[in-house]
């Protein structure tokens, strides 16, 4: 039954929000979770189908500075049974552990100080796929977003910079010949849980050393507590954050 449901949620997402045209060559960004893994077969097996053409093509950016344990091998050969070949490249999150350290010790950062630094490592990994993108010719980007990353963002977004925004499931991009999409947009977190539970994918050990500063595992407690006051809350909150894209 989820497995029917997230299949066409995923469809319905690519044609409400017209994420994939003809002759798009699409690099997804495979961190090796369950959401982008499940992404990349998603769409692995709708590039058969005749209309739209498109290609897909993934990259998993490999941190040289922070200690995950992803098995690239495991990785690779998951991508290639799906027909998609997986490009490993590498970036640093120097620059955000730096921040942290002057941030920490009172030191002004040229106005990045006020940035968390998750955003400031996701930013360095973006950056490598923007590049990596560019060197592949493909013009989108395919992210693993879902429906509780875009709702737990817009309270982010609300609580701590006093605005109403989300993550689009469409994002071109100003200064680069590049389109953020995000065709998981409409499947709850719980549904992509279920869906890689069934497929057995194997997950991945992450030791992010920056985990504890990030503030979306509070938003995930905010979210369940509005669920349990208002149980079509998901429905309603979406339908509002949808209005802004």
Partial sequence: ??????????????QRYGLIADGDRVLIGLSGG???????????????????????????VRMNDIPYQSDEDYLKAFAASHGVTLHVVETSSLDARESREKHVAGIPTDGEQKKPVCFQCSWQRRKKLFETAKELGCNKIALGHHRDDLMETALMNLTFQGQFSTMRPMMPMDRFPMTIIRPLCLIREREMEQWAASHGYKKQIKNCPFE????????????AELEQMNPEFAYTFYRAIERTF
Avoid: C, H, W, Y
């Avoid at 039954?1 to 690519?14: G, P, S, Y």
């Avoid at 504890?212 to 979210?223: D, E, G, H, I, L």
């Fill in 212 to 223: 504890s500063a990030s503030k979306r595992f509070n938003m995930k407690q905010v979210v």
């Fill in 1 to 14: 039954m989820e497995k029917n449901k997230v299949t066409r949620l995923f469809n319905e997402a690519l």
């Fill in 34 to 60: 369950k959401d982008s893994m499940a992404l990349l077969e998603l769409l692995a097996l709708r590039s058969r189908i005749f209309v739209p053409r498109f290609e897909v093509e993934a990259a998993f």
